[in-house]
Structure formats: structure tokens, C-alpha cells
């Protein structure tokens, strides 16, 4: 039996937010400017280059009242949804972390990959979140039928063209990260930008026409030459850099012949879960960030073949070393 019929529900960063996003209310004009105008209405603020305002200690979100966020040169406040009763809001800067704001604020600017080992899983997915909706707000202001300027509507989540109707909704794009094993060994590889001894899970997008399975199967084959028999979801990850949700699988291999094909990978692998631990110890060899699915793709993998003990040993040497 897998995770999924188990009911086993995996906390990766940036994935669970406890909030009401209240999608219905998004389009209701009236609704929306009583909750901007709500006592306890609060908002995050976003930079042109999708840095979040944080505490002065850099380990939580900075949220503002209204009073505060009516004084800011930004766009219109997109509704991101109710934290019980309490409407929460993001604000646009078109700045790059202006530091005067976050001196007044008591605040720092901090980006997003550092936020998520820093904040809590609420915050961080809010964070998620917001870094996601504030990019395709940025990145959409032209109308792609008749290039027109177009307008923010349903309470920031679509762009409205004014000439030709046409509306634009944010983008998100399919990508299958996957930990495959082959009799006791799993499959890691490295890109060469990477810092030396990164080894990570292989990931790749979805294409047009392709089912989630078909492109575990095609990218694995494509990067490091390995025929893939079956493969299990196991979780998603919102990653918003900028705009992909990674939708994370367990795979089984044929053998473990491996060619790299498309000149993407410096270098794949087959690692036990002892050749892992060795070569953490010894330095020769780091994990992906414990931020990332494919870290907790890997320790899924270490505790359903080696144990906890050994997942855990595993663990606590890649956060050290």
C-alpha cells in the first residue's frame, strides 16, 4: 500500500497554508473592499524582485495595517484570502528592496529560498504564495491576442484585456521530480553549476499531451539513460522559481545502466544508503536543500529501505557537514 491510500500526508515547505482563499469572493467588488477596510485586514509586501518583507530577525513574515500599507507606492493590494476572520493581502512594490521601507518598518528584506528554511510552514507558504502571484502579476501586462495593456482583476488573480475582452490567468507549470531506486540503491545526479558534491533527485517538466507518468518515464530516460518500470506519487511542492508546482514520484528501474543523453546532468549515480552517509561524512558529497521535495523524496526513500535510524543519521550529517 502507498502513502497515498496510507493517508500519509507529506509537510513539504512552501505546501501547506491554513487558509480560506475564499476564491468565490474574489470577483464580489463590494466584499472585497470591506475586508481592505476590516480592522484586522493585514498585508505582506513583495519587491520587484520577489523578496518578502520579514521581521527585523529575518524569521517570520512583517505584516502591516492598513494604515501603514495605504501610505506605500504600490499596485492594488491582491486578496489572498481569510486567516480565520482576518483578510490577508499582498502589496506589489515595483521597487527592489527599498531599505528606507524596512528601516521604518522594524523589517528586513529576505528571498524566498532563505525564507523557507527560516519561517514557519504557514508563513513560508504564504510566502510561496505570494512570490508566485506577485511574478505573474509583473511578468502579464500585455494582452498576447492584441497586445493591449491589460487591467488586474478578481482581486489580483486574473489580467483583464480592456480592448478585446480576452482575460489571462496566472501560469503555472507542471514539473516530475523523482527518486528512482534499482534493488537497494537510489539514482542522484548533478548539474555542473551545481556546488561541488551536490547530488540531487532528477526533475524535468511536463510536456503537452504528456500524463505525469510518461514524463517520469521520459525524463529519467532522457537524462541519465535508465528505463523506469513504475513509478508512485508521492507529494507536490508549490516552486514558485519562478512559477512551477513539482509534483514528486517514487520509481523503480530495469537496471542500472545508465547514459546521459541530453547533456543536462555533469554526472549521475547509483548510491546506497551507506555510500550516502560515507560520502557526507567524509565531504565529498552534499544532499539537496532540506527546503526542496527532493530532499524529502530522498529520506522517504533512506526510511522505507534502510530505516529510521539510518534516515535520520543521514539527515543530521547533510545539515552539518
Not at 64 to 75: G, S, T, Y
Not at 282 to 300: D, N
Amino acid at each position: 500500500m502507498n502513502d497515498a491510500a496510507r493517508g500519509t500526508v507529506h509537510t513539504n515547505v512552501f505546501a501547506p497554508v491554513a487558509l480560506d482563499r475564499a476564491a468565490e469572493r474574489r470577483d464580489d467588488d463590494a466584499w472585497i473592499s470591506r475586508q481592505l477596510k476590516a480592522d484586522n485586514a493585514r498585508f505582506m509586501l513583495t519587491d520587484a524582485d520577489g523578496a518578502l518583507l520579514a521581521t527585523a530577525s529575518g524569521d517570520a513574515l512583517r505584516w502591516i495595517a492598513r494604515p501603514q500599507a495605504e501610505a506605500l507606492d504600490a499596485a492594488q493590494p491582491s486578496f489572498l484570502g481569510l486567516q480565520g476572520d482576518a483578510p490577508r493581502f499582498m502589496l506589489r512594490l515595483e521597487r527592489a528592496q527599498p531599505a528606507e521601507m524596512a528601516q521604518a518598518l522594524d523589517a528586513t528584506w529576505i528571498g524566498l529560498r532563505a525564507a523557507g528554511g527560516r519561517f514557519n510552514l504557514f508563513d513560508a507558504g504564504m510566502g510561496a504564495y505570494a512570490t508566485a502571484l506577485s511574478h505573474w502579476q509583473a511578468q502579464t501586462r500585455f494582452c498576447t491576442f492584441c497586445a493591449a495593456p491589460l487591467e488586474q482583476v478578481s482581486a489580483g488573480h486574473r489580467a483583464r484585456c480592456p480592448a478585446c475582452g480576452k482575460l489571462h490567468f496566472p501560469r503555472t507549470d507542471a514539473a516530475v521530480i523523482v527518486i528512482v531506486e534499482h534493488e537497494g540503491a537510489c539514482l542522484l545526479g548533478r548539474q555542473a553549476s551545481w556546488p561541488a558534491g551536490r547530488y540531487s533527485t532528477l526533475a524535468g517538466f511536463v510536456e503537452p499531451g504528456e500524463t505525469l507518468e510518461a514524463a517520469v518515464a521520459r525524463e529519467i530516460s532522457e537524462e541519465a539513460g535508465v528505463e523506469v518500470v513504475s513509478c508512485r506519487y508521492h507529494s507536490s511542492q508549490p516552486w514558485p522559481f519562478p512559477a512551477s508546482l513539482m509534483l514528486g514520484f517514487t520509481a523503480t528501474a530495469r537496471d542500472r545502466h545508465i547514459e546521459r543523453r541530453d547533456g543536462e546532468l555533469e554526472d549521475a549515480r547509483w548510491f546506497t544508503p551507506q555510500e550516502l552517509l560515507d560520502g557526507i561524512e567524509h565531504g565529498q558529497l552534499a544532499l539537496s536543500s532540506p527546503v526542496s521535495v527532493s530532499w524529502h523524496l530522498i529520506m522517504h526513500w533512506l526510511r522505507e529501505r534502510a530505516g529510521e535510524a539510518m534516515a535520520r543519521r543521514i539527515a543530521e550529517a547533510a545539515r552539518t557537514c
